[in-house]
């Protein structure tokens, strides 16, 4: 049961203790047993990889509790998968998919008490991490391997419903290039985008819009989120890209988009067609659907909506995902995984 000591009305989205992450550890070519750890700190090597090069990549993925009181994992195949790629293209040995999915629930089950309760709007986040921990001076692969699942309970993102925000596109910066880690979700793309981040926000824009490092004529994705957008004629539309990261939000939105009889396309989406377009969202795990009502270029500024207004087929993708995801309606693509506990 929820911990009763806990104001899970007034969780925000930041660290919190719980009972214990979980590790497992990458040595003489294979994964240990998966084991609990209470403290939140972990001991490496000066010389581990992931400290001086950089071999770290990582996921995020919610828990939620049900409506009939069944705590689910959303799609973890997924970013099973997904960290599967970027382990590869960082030449890390992957954790396999099945074991992921497993310490997943492992831990989920271990913290069974800080999920929050049906009706608060939370959930457990689960931040896999897959770090280099071996270590390595002369520039190569480490030998040795740490991954770990960290859990933090979490509130509702939009306490009072969805919240339109602004956006900026800062033409001095690229988030990834062409051919580099842009679809791989490894954490130096955040450490890449974090100086205009910061600068977007001191002059008042929560968000920044990249567009494609090449040319700058086409969208990408926002810095820690998708682009997606709902033409006149109501079709959906997401930038194809290879520096895209793999969002399983998009996905599973293109997917519920489709069962809702909506066109979808996945294409290039050139910057001179955001105009055009009557609702703009930014999407990911961590807030689901973020409306986009102005975005702003230099001196060009774009008026999607007014600030208040959220549009009716994104509001209806946030409530149809929501819902499936607390058990609500049908999951008819078996995108729950239950956790026994
Ligand atoms: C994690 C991430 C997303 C969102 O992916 P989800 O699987 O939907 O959470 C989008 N863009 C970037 C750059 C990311 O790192």
Known sequence: ???TDIDWAQLGFGFSDVNCHIRSVW??????????????TITMHIGASCLHYGQECFEGIKAFRQKSGRIVLFR???NAL???????RTVMPPMPPERFVEACRLVVAANEEFVPPYGTGGSLYLRPLLIGTGPQIGVAPAKEYTFMIMVMPVGAYYKGGLMPVR???????????PHGMGDVKVGGNYAASLFAHEKAKRDGWPVELYLDAKTHTYVEEFSTSNFLAITRDGTYVTPDSHSVLPSVTNMSLKTVAADL???????????????????VAACGTAVVVTPVWEITRGEEVIRISSPDVVGEHLQRLYETVQAIQYGEIEDRHGWCCEVSV
């Open 261 to 279: 009889g909506w066109p979808v396309e996945c294409r290039p989406v050139p910057y001179t067609e955001i105009r055009q377009f009557a609702e």
């Open 1 to 3: 049961m929820p911990r």
């Open 76 to 78: 973890p195949d997924q």
């Open 82 to 88: 997904r960290m599967e790629k970027t382990a590869i």
């Open 167 to 177: 956006a900026v596109i800062l033409d001095d910066w690229d988030r990834a290039a």
């Open 27 to 40: 040595k003489d070519g294979k994964w240990s047993e998966f084991e609990f750890v209470k403290e939140p």
